[in-house]
Protein backbone atom coordinates (compact mmCIF):
# COMPACT_ATOMS: atom_id res chain seq x y z
CA UNK A 1 0.00 0.00 0.00
CA UNK A 2 1.05 3.35 -1.01
CA UNK A 3 2.12 5.63 1.91
CA UNK A 4 2.70 9.16 0.95
CA UNK A 5 4.21 12.44 3.27
CA UNK A 6 1.42 14.85 3.43
CA UNK A 7 4.51 17.16 0.80
CA UNK A 8 4.45 14.38 -1.28
CA UNK A 9 0.55 14.31 -1.63
CA UNK A 10 1.05 18.25 -2.67
CA UNK A 11 4.05 17.86 -4.46
CA UNK A 12 2.83 15.23 -6.81
CA UNK A 13 -0.72 17.02 -8.62
CA UNK A 14 0.88 20.06 -8.49
CA UNK A 15 3.68 18.72 -10.74
CA UNK A 16 0.94 17.18 -13.14
CA UNK A 17 -0.82 20.32 -13.11
CA UNK A 18 2.60 21.93 -14.09
CA UNK A 19 3.19 19.73 -17.01
CA UNK A 20 -0.65 19.96 -18.13
CA UNK A 21 -0.07 24.02 -18.27
CA UNK A 22 3.20 23.50 -20.08
CA UNK A 23 1.05 21.55 -22.37
CA UNK A 24 -1.44 24.03 -23.19
CA UNK A 25 1.05 27.10 -23.02
CA UNK A 26 3.04 25.06 -26.28
CA UNK A 27 0.64 24.33 -28.11
CA UNK A 28 -1.64 27.37 -27.76
CA UNK A 29 1.44 29.47 -28.30
CA UNK A 30 1.79 31.31 -25.03
CA UNK A 31 4.53 34.30 -24.77
CA UNK A 32 7.44 33.16 -24.65
CA UNK A 33 8.63 33.51 -21.45
CA UNK A 34 5.68 32.23 -19.46
CA UNK A 35 5.91 29.34 -21.49
CA UNK A 36 9.33 28.94 -20.94
CA UNK A 37 8.74 29.56 -17.32
CA UNK A 38 6.08 26.78 -16.89
CA UNK A 39 8.13 24.46 -19.37
CA UNK A 40 11.34 24.80 -16.69
CA UNK A 41 9.71 24.47 -13.42
CA UNK A 42 7.62 21.04 -15.65
CA UNK A 43 11.04 19.76 -16.52
CA UNK A 44 12.19 20.01 -12.74
CA UNK A 45 9.22 18.74 -11.50
CA UNK A 46 9.23 16.03 -13.03
CA UNK A 47 12.90 15.40 -13.09
CA UNK A 48 11.96 15.50 -8.90
CA UNK A 49 9.12 12.53 -9.93
CA UNK A 50 12.04 9.91 -10.97
CA UNK A 51 13.80 10.92 -8.48
CA UNK A 52 11.50 10.29 -5.95
CA UNK A 53 10.27 6.89 -7.34
CA UNK A 54 14.03 5.64 -8.10
CA UNK A 55 14.76 6.52 -4.56
CA UNK A 56 12.21 4.27 -3.58
CA UNK A 57 13.02 1.20 -5.81
CA UNK A 58 16.42 1.58 -4.32
CA UNK A 59 15.84 0.65 -1.17
CA UNK A 60 16.44 -2.90 -2.02
CA UNK A 61 19.61 -1.98 -3.32
CA UNK A 62 22.98 -0.88 -2.59
CA UNK A 63 24.36 3.08 -2.69
CA UNK A 64 26.05 2.17 -6.34
CA UNK A 65 22.85 0.73 -8.11
CA UNK A 66 20.89 2.97 -6.09
CA UNK A 67 22.60 6.19 -7.41
CA UNK A 68 23.08 4.43 -11.00
CA UNK A 69 19.56 4.31 -11.23
CA UNK A 70 18.94 7.82 -9.80
CA UNK A 71 21.42 9.18 -12.56
CA UNK A 72 20.50 7.34 -15.24
CA UNK A 73 16.73 7.88 -15.13
CA UNK A 74 17.46 11.26 -13.87
CA UNK A 75 19.71 12.34 -17.16
CA UNK A 76 16.01 11.58 -19.22
CA UNK A 77 15.58 15.08 -19.33
CA UNK A 78 18.95 16.27 -20.88
CA UNK A 79 18.91 13.52 -23.33
CA UNK A 80 15.74 14.31 -24.16
CA UNK A 81 16.27 18.47 -24.72
CA UNK A 82 19.67 17.80 -26.52
CA UNK A 83 17.72 15.82 -29.44
CA UNK A 84 15.21 17.89 -29.88
CA UNK A 85 17.75 21.19 -29.93
CA UNK A 86 19.50 19.25 -32.36
CA UNK A 87 16.93 18.44 -34.09
CA UNK A 88 15.86 22.26 -34.66
CA UNK A 89 19.62 23.25 -35.48
CA UNK A 90 20.35 24.75 -31.74
CA UNK A 91 23.50 23.51 -32.00
CA UNK A 92 25.06 25.91 -29.14
CA UNK A 93 21.84 24.92 -26.49
CA UNK A 94 22.10 21.55 -27.45
CA UNK A 95 26.18 21.83 -26.96
CA UNK A 96 26.13 23.87 -23.68
CA UNK A 97 23.03 21.83 -22.09
CA UNK A 98 25.46 18.86 -22.37
CA UNK A 99 28.24 20.02 -21.00
CA UNK A 100 26.59 22.33 -18.59
CA UNK A 101 24.61 19.18 -17.51
CA UNK A 102 28.66 18.11 -16.58
CA UNK A 103 29.97 21.53 -14.93
CA UNK A 104 26.35 21.55 -12.89
CA UNK A 105 26.80 18.62 -11.08
CA UNK A 106 30.29 18.56 -11.01
CA UNK A 107 31.08 21.72 -9.79
CA UNK A 108 27.71 23.19 -8.26
CA UNK A 109 25.60 20.39 -6.98
CA UNK A 110 28.83 18.45 -5.53
CA UNK A 111 29.91 21.48 -4.04
CA UNK A 112 26.63 21.95 -2.02
CA UNK A 113 26.32 18.32 -1.23
CA UNK A 114 30.02 18.38 0.30
CA UNK A 115 28.35 21.91 2.09
CA UNK A 116 25.65 20.28 3.67
CA UNK A 117 27.69 16.83 4.15
CA UNK A 118 30.24 18.40 5.94
CA UNK A 119 28.04 20.77 8.40
CA UNK A 120 26.16 17.21 9.18
CA UNK A 121 29.21 15.60 10.10
CA UNK A 122 30.27 15.93 13.73
CA UNK A 123 34.03 17.25 12.76
CA UNK A 124 32.92 19.20 9.85
CA UNK A 125 34.51 16.93 7.28
CA UNK A 126 32.35 15.13 4.65
CA UNK A 127 33.96 10.96 4.54
CA UNK A 128 32.96 8.83 1.81
CA UNK A 129 34.43 6.31 -0.16
CA UNK A 130 36.86 7.03 -2.15
CA UNK A 131 36.91 4.52 -5.59
CA UNK A 132 33.82 6.33 -7.03
CA UNK A 133 35.61 9.82 -6.62
CA UNK A 134 39.00 8.43 -8.43
CA UNK A 135 36.76 6.72 -10.96
CA UNK A 136 35.06 9.09 -12.43
CA UNK A 137 38.70 12.00 -12.60
CA UNK A 138 39.49 8.66 -15.05
CA UNK A 139 36.23 8.66 -17.00
CA UNK A 140 36.00 12.44 -16.88
CA UNK A 141 40.36 12.97 -18.07
CA UNK A 142 39.99 10.19 -21.29
CA UNK A 143 36.69 12.81 -22.10
CA UNK A 144 38.81 15.50 -21.64
CA UNK A 145 41.61 14.48 -23.60
CA UNK A 146 39.47 13.79 -26.95
CA UNK A 147 38.25 17.52 -26.33
CA UNK A 148 41.67 18.68 -25.79
CA UNK A 149 43.10 17.22 -28.45
CA UNK A 150 40.33 18.26 -30.96
CA UNK A 151 40.78 22.00 -29.28
CA UNK A 152 44.19 22.20 -30.31
CA UNK A 153 43.64 20.27 -33.55
CA UNK A 154 41.28 23.18 -34.71
CA UNK A 155 43.30 25.73 -33.35
CA UNK A 156 46.61 24.94 -35.18
CA UNK A 157 44.54 24.17 -38.38
CA UNK A 158 46.20 21.02 -39.02
CA UNK A 159 45.46 18.10 -41.79
CA UNK A 160 43.49 16.16 -38.63
CA UNK A 161 41.12 19.23 -38.40
CA UNK A 162 39.27 18.41 -41.43
CA UNK A 163 38.23 15.46 -39.80
CA UNK A 164 36.29 16.61 -36.53
CA UNK A 165 33.13 14.26 -37.45
CA UNK A 166 35.15 10.88 -37.80
CA UNK A 167 37.06 11.47 -34.94
CA UNK A 168 33.90 12.44 -32.78
CA UNK A 169 32.45 9.61 -33.96
CA UNK A 170 35.81 6.98 -32.93
CA UNK A 171 36.19 8.91 -29.93
CA UNK A 172 32.72 8.54 -28.61
CA UNK A 173 33.06 4.41 -29.48
CA UNK A 174 36.27 4.45 -27.43
CA UNK A 175 34.43 6.36 -24.39
CA UNK A 176 31.80 4.21 -24.41
CA UNK A 177 33.97 0.66 -24.21
CA UNK A 178 35.74 2.39 -21.61
CA UNK A 179 32.15 3.43 -19.42
CA UNK A 180 30.90 -0.20 -19.87
CA UNK A 181 34.67 -1.29 -18.66
CA UNK A 182 33.97 0.17 -15.43
CA UNK A 183 30.25 0.01 -15.49
CA UNK A 184 29.92 -3.33 -15.17
CA UNK A 185 32.18 -4.49 -12.25
CA UNK A 186 30.94 -1.47 -10.32
CA UNK A 187 27.54 -2.20 -10.30
CA UNK A 188 28.32 -6.03 -9.70
CA UNK A 189 30.92 -5.29 -6.43
CA UNK A 190 27.46 -3.50 -5.00
CA UNK A 191 25.62 -7.01 -5.41
CA UNK A 192 28.86 -9.25 -4.63
CA UNK A 193 28.43 -11.03 -0.89
CA UNK A 194 30.16 -8.98 1.36
CA UNK A 195 31.07 -6.46 -1.29
CA UNK A 196 31.45 -3.20 -0.52
CA UNK A 197 29.92 -1.54 -3.07
CA UNK A 198 30.04 1.92 -2.87
CA UNK A 199 29.67 2.09 1.23
CA UNK A 200 32.67 1.73 3.58
CA UNK A 201 36.06 -0.09 3.97
CA UNK A 202 36.51 -1.56 6.88
CA UNK A 203 39.27 1.08 7.73
CA UNK A 204 36.82 3.97 7.42
CA UNK A 205 37.18 6.52 9.61
CA UNK A 206 33.49 6.30 10.06
CA UNK A 207 33.29 2.95 10.95
CA UNK A 208 35.34 3.99 14.06
CA UNK A 209 33.03 6.44 14.79
CA UNK A 210 30.09 4.98 15.23
CA UNK A 211 28.73 5.48 11.86
CA UNK A 212 28.46 9.11 11.44
CA UNK A 213 27.75 8.87 8.03
CA UNK A 214 24.62 7.07 8.73
CA UNK A 215 22.90 3.96 6.91
CA UNK A 216 23.73 3.62 3.86
CA UNK A 217 21.68 2.33 1.29
CA UNK A 218 18.60 -0.71 1.57
CA UNK A 219 18.11 0.54 5.06
CA UNK A 220 14.82 1.00 5.03
CA UNK A 221 10.78 -0.16 4.11
CA UNK A 222 9.88 1.03 0.52
CA UNK A 223 6.77 3.16 0.94
CA UNK A 224 5.76 2.10 -2.65
CA UNK A 225 4.80 -1.00 -4.11
CA UNK A 226 6.95 -1.86 -7.10
CA UNK A 227 4.19 -1.77 -9.80
CA UNK A 228 3.51 2.02 -8.37
CA UNK A 229 7.10 2.71 -8.50
CA UNK A 230 7.66 1.60 -12.03
CA UNK A 231 4.33 3.26 -13.03
CA UNK A 232 5.66 6.33 -11.64
CA UNK A 233 9.07 6.09 -13.33
CA UNK A 234 7.54 5.41 -17.14
CA UNK A 235 4.94 8.30 -16.54
CA UNK A 236 8.35 10.85 -15.61
CA UNK A 237 10.16 9.61 -18.47
CA UNK A 238 6.96 9.71 -21.20
CA UNK A 239 6.29 12.69 -19.91
CA UNK A 240 9.72 14.52 -19.79
CA UNK A 241 9.79 13.74 -23.70
CA UNK A 242 7.09 16.09 -24.37
CA UNK A 243 7.99 18.43 -21.89
CA UNK A 244 11.73 19.24 -23.03
CA UNK A 245 10.29 19.41 -26.95
CA UNK A 246 7.96 22.50 -25.32
CA UNK A 247 11.23 23.57 -23.44
CA UNK A 248 13.07 23.72 -26.61
CA UNK A 249 10.15 25.31 -28.46
CA UNK A 250 9.99 28.28 -25.97
CA UNK A 251 13.90 28.75 -25.58
CA UNK A 252 14.61 30.75 -28.48
CA UNK A 253 12.09 32.88 -28.14
CA UNK A 254 12.31 33.47 -24.63
CA UNK A 255 15.90 33.99 -24.27
CA UNK A 256 15.79 37.05 -27.15
CA UNK A 257 13.03 38.70 -25.06
CA UNK A 258 14.93 38.14 -21.42
CA UNK A 259 18.13 39.38 -23.78
CA UNK A 260 20.41 36.47 -22.53
CA UNK A 261 23.10 34.24 -24.40
CA UNK A 262 21.99 30.95 -25.63
CA UNK A 263 25.21 29.70 -23.84
CA UNK A 264 24.05 30.86 -20.33
CA UNK A 265 20.53 29.27 -20.99
CA UNK A 266 22.11 26.22 -21.98
CA UNK A 267 25.18 26.08 -19.80
CA UNK A 268 22.97 27.39 -16.72
CA UNK A 269 19.02 27.13 -17.27
CA UNK A 270 18.81 24.43 -18.71
CA UNK A 271 21.49 22.18 -16.86
CA UNK A 272 19.85 23.13 -13.52
CA UNK A 273 16.50 22.75 -14.84
CA UNK A 274 17.39 19.23 -15.98
CA UNK A 275 19.04 17.78 -12.95
CA UNK A 276 17.01 18.56 -10.00
CA UNK A 277 17.26 15.38 -9.74
CA UNK A 278 20.62 15.29 -8.55
CA UNK A 279 20.02 18.89 -6.96
CA UNK A 280 17.13 17.50 -4.59
CA UNK A 281 18.54 13.94 -4.03
CA UNK A 282 22.44 14.59 -3.53
CA UNK A 283 21.31 17.48 -0.95
CA UNK A 284 18.60 16.03 0.91
CA UNK A 285 20.52 12.35 1.14
CA UNK A 286 23.63 14.49 3.05
CA UNK A 287 21.53 16.00 5.09
CA UNK A 288 20.29 12.89 6.47
CA UNK A 289 24.41 11.92 6.50
CA UNK A 290 24.13 9.34 3.67
CA UNK A 291 27.29 10.49 2.53
CA UNK A 292 28.14 7.68 0.56
CA UNK A 293 24.85 7.54 -1.52
CA UNK A 294 24.95 11.44 -2.32
CA UNK A 295 28.53 11.19 -3.60
CA UNK A 296 27.55 8.20 -5.48
CA UNK A 297 24.10 10.04 -6.80
CA UNK A 298 26.17 13.44 -7.77
CA UNK A 299 29.26 11.60 -9.05
CA UNK A 300 27.60 8.91 -10.79
CA UNK A 301 25.68 11.18 -13.12
CA UNK A 302 28.92 13.32 -13.74
CA UNK A 303 30.57 10.00 -15.10
CA UNK A 304 27.41 9.15 -17.40
CA UNK A 305 26.95 12.22 -18.92
CA UNK A 306 30.88 12.55 -19.69
CA UNK A 307 31.57 9.09 -20.60
CA UNK A 308 28.11 7.51 -21.97
CA UNK A 309 25.55 10.38 -22.43
CA UNK A 310 27.70 12.83 -24.15
CA UNK A 311 29.44 10.06 -26.71
CA UNK A 312 25.84 8.13 -27.24
CA UNK A 313 24.21 11.60 -28.23
CA UNK A 314 26.95 12.37 -30.66
CA UNK A 315 26.60 8.78 -32.61
CA UNK A 316 23.02 9.85 -32.22
CA UNK A 317 23.11 13.44 -34.02
CA UNK A 318 24.56 11.24 -37.52
CA UNK A 319 20.82 10.65 -37.75
CA UNK A 320 19.79 14.25 -36.83
CA UNK A 321 19.87 17.48 -38.69
CA UNK A 322 22.85 18.95 -36.67
CA UNK A 323 25.31 16.96 -35.76
CA UNK A 324 27.10 16.91 -32.36
CA UNK A 325 30.99 16.61 -31.84
CA UNK A 326 33.29 16.97 -29.39
CA UNK A 327 34.56 20.33 -30.70
CA UNK A 328 34.08 22.98 -27.95
CA UNK A 329 35.18 26.58 -27.63
CA UNK A 330 38.57 26.91 -25.92
CA UNK A 331 37.05 28.61 -22.62
CA UNK A 332 34.87 25.17 -21.69
CA UNK A 333 37.88 23.27 -23.24
CA UNK A 334 40.37 24.95 -20.09
CA UNK A 335 37.06 24.37 -17.98
CA UNK A 336 36.44 21.02 -18.45
CA UNK A 337 40.67 20.43 -18.12
CA UNK A 338 40.18 22.72 -14.46
CA UNK A 339 37.24 21.37 -12.98
CA UNK A 340 39.28 17.41 -14.11
CA UNK A 341 41.61 18.35 -11.60
CA UNK A 342 39.64 19.83 -9.03
CA UNK A 343 37.37 17.29 -8.63
CA UNK A 344 40.77 14.89 -8.07
CA UNK A 345 41.98 17.24 -5.52
CA UNK A 346 38.82 17.73 -3.67
CA UNK A 347 37.28 14.17 -3.63
CA UNK A 348 40.07 12.12 -4.37
CA UNK A 349 41.03 11.15 -0.97
CA UNK A 350 37.83 10.50 0.28
CA UNK A 351 36.70 13.59 2.14
CA UNK A 352 35.79 16.65 1.93
CA UNK A 353 35.81 19.86 4.12
CA UNK A 354 33.03 22.35 3.55
CA UNK A 355 35.25 25.06 2.16
CA UNK A 356 36.12 22.71 -0.34
CA UNK A 357 32.25 22.52 -1.61
CA UNK A 358 32.60 26.25 -1.67
CA UNK A 359 35.54 26.53 -3.81
CA UNK A 360 33.34 23.99 -6.36
CA UNK A 361 30.21 26.15 -6.11
CA UNK A 362 32.94 29.41 -7.14
CA UNK A 363 34.26 27.70 -9.82
CA UNK A 364 30.70 27.30 -11.25
CA UNK A 365 29.34 30.87 -10.68
CA UNK A 366 33.00 32.49 -12.29
CA UNK A 367 31.60 30.21 -15.80
CA UNK A 368 28.20 30.65 -15.40
CA UNK A 369 28.70 34.70 -15.34
CA UNK A 370 31.21 34.70 -18.23
CA UNK A 371 28.45 32.65 -20.52
CA UNK A 372 26.60 35.87 -19.49
CA UNK A 373 28.87 37.80 -21.83
CA UNK A 374 29.58 35.12 -24.62
Do not use: C
Not at 236 to 262: E, R, T
Not at 340 to 363: K, N, P, S, Y
Amino acid sequence: MARFTALERITLPLIVLLTALAGVANYQVWAPVPRFAIATLALAGLAWVVSFATEQLGERFGPAITGMMQSTLGNLPELFVVIFALQKGELVVAQTAIIGSIFANAMLVLGLVIVVGAYRSRDGMMRFSDRLPRDTTTLLLVAVFIIVLLGLSLASHDPASHHVNTISAVGAVSLLIVYFAWVVPYLRADTAPGGEGDGASADDPRAKEGGAAGPEGGGSEPRLSLSLTLGLLLTAGVASAFVSDWFVNALSPAIVQLKISQAFAGLVIVAIAGNAVENTAGLVLAWKGRSDLAISVVKNSVAQIAAFLFPLLVLISFLLATTLTFALAPVYIGAFLVMALALWQITGDGEAAAFEGWALVALYVILATLTLYE
